[in-house]
């Protein structure tokens, strides 16, 4: 593996180093029109009277994770594992939402592994991902798997979102975002499908994992919603 | 803002952008890997063979790539050794530049080990392996065993941990290690951890002439809920 880097380094570092000392005689020379900001209409801004705004940023990249919660019910969101705090974060629904009063609880085991991009309308998609949760009270395994940016299970794009939370340098994804129709999962045993949503937070990012804050989500069409919750084991790791 | 501070700042920001090369391609030189694997049972006795299953093994990652596999399982059964049903198994993994990681989780439900001798309504194996800046680390938190019997003797009342390395010996059988931990890895650059829940060694005593027990042979094994992950170079 080592030795692959280096070969890596060595067979690109000598134009890497020609195109940087390039770059940076380009950008120093006396280049105004270049720098002129493009106007608001071809940068998709949505102006009104009260001036432009800009159309939603995508911090584009790759989400990783996977572990256990355990969520208890809690409606009061008083339970010493409930990330009641981040909860509503990014306009996020308290559970259980208006649309399903039922809570999932018990263990709750998951992995994934999702890639965002943005469609050329701005909007956070997922270009590909696998999610795999499993609900142990319930014996249930949901799967959702995107490939080249659409649902494997419905043909839809999944739209996806990320927010900064309430602990310091915290960021959250929720993968089939509410206002997009969510996403479509698969439910096994049975193997029908359902509306999904995965919402994970990745509260200590570049620290050694045994702090316990990272947190996730699971709300399923039919069975109902964890809550925010802690990991009880496992990591969400935010790597854009 | 005029026309020359705006070259100024192109100027900058182009410098900028070198350097975020230079420390890209020194970040690169760190050169990492990541692996993991989930399964839910496995059997090697001289009465049955069943191999490990539902098996999930993380695909081999380069570059900053990341990945996800699972196995599911309804039931399985293996006559007069193990029957247990809801199995899964889960394992994901990505490189990054800030941070390397890897997680496993393994489970199986209404779990009958040798007709009654060991039963328990569920176990979880849940590891996790990262490396960041600050070093290499592991651990089995999550990893429990819900209602466990061993031999008639209850080990736990509801979903409980076990401590690393439990030891009970089966009479007539071999022993058991429950929570079963291996750590791999310097913890600087390298880490990883094997957790399996239950882990059966069955034995037959190696006699002296005299009748007397020289030692103990291993004849097979049994194991239930396993979950690997790691880091390194």
Known sequence: MMHKHRSFIVGFGLPAVALAGALVVIACQDSSPLLAPAPAHLRGDTC????????????????????RIDPTGDAARTAANDDAVDEPDGGQPPPPSATNASFITGKVTFGFNVFLGSDP???????????????????????????????????????????????????????????????????????????????????????????????????????GDTGLTYLTGGNVVDHS | MNGKSMQWMSCLAALGLVGGLTAGFAATGVAQSVAGQAYGTYVNTPAATSGQSPLAVLPALSGTDGAEADAEGSA??????????????????????????????????????????????????????????????????????????????????????????????????????????????????????????????????????????????????????????????
């Open chain 2, 76 to 233: 399985l059964s293996v006559a007069n050794t193990l029957s247990s049903d809801f199995l899964n198994a889960i394992t994901s993994g990505a490189l990054g530049t800030a941070e390397t990681g890897a997680q496993s989780t393994a489970s199986a439900a209404d779990l009958n080990i040798l007709n009654g001798l060991i039963t328990a309504d569920e176990v979880v194996a849940n590891v996790v392996s990262s490396s960041t800046a600050n070093g290499a680390v592991s651990n089995a938190d999550g990893s429990t065993f819900a209602n466990l019997v061993v031999a008639g003797v209850p080990i736990t009342s509801g979903d409980a941990p076990v401590a690393p390395n439990t030891n009970i010996t089966l009479p007539g059988v071999g022993y058991v290690v429950l929570n079963e931990q291996i750590p791999t890895g310097d913890g600087v650059t390298s880490s990883g951890m094997t957790v399996n829940m239950i882990h059966v060694f069955e034995q037959t005593p190696i006699l002296g002439l005299l009748g007397q027990v020289l030692g103990y042979q291993t004849l097979g094994e049994i194991i239930v809920g396993s979950a690997t992950s790691s880091v390194g170079p």
């Open chain 1, 121 to 223: 309308s701005g909007q956070c998609i997922v270009n590909k991902g696998e999610i795999e949760v499993n609900g142990h009270a319930l014996k249930l395994a949901w799967h959702v798997s995107i490939h080249d940016g659409v649902d494997a299970y419905d043909n839809r794009p999944v739209y996806a979102t990320t927010f900064s939370d309430h602990h310091t340098g915290g960021v959250c994804l929720v993968v089939g975002t509410s206002s997009t129709n969510y996403m479509t999962a698969r439910v096994n045993p049975q193997g029908g499908t359902e509306l999904a949503q995965f919402e994970v937070c990745d509260n200590d990012r570049g620290q050694p994992q045994n702090s316990r804050s990272d947190a996730m989500r699971w709300r399923a069409q039919h069975e």
């Open chain 1, 48 to 67: 009104g009277g009260s001036g432009c705004v800009p159309p939603p940023t995508c911090i584009t990249g790759k989400w990783t994770g996977g572990g």
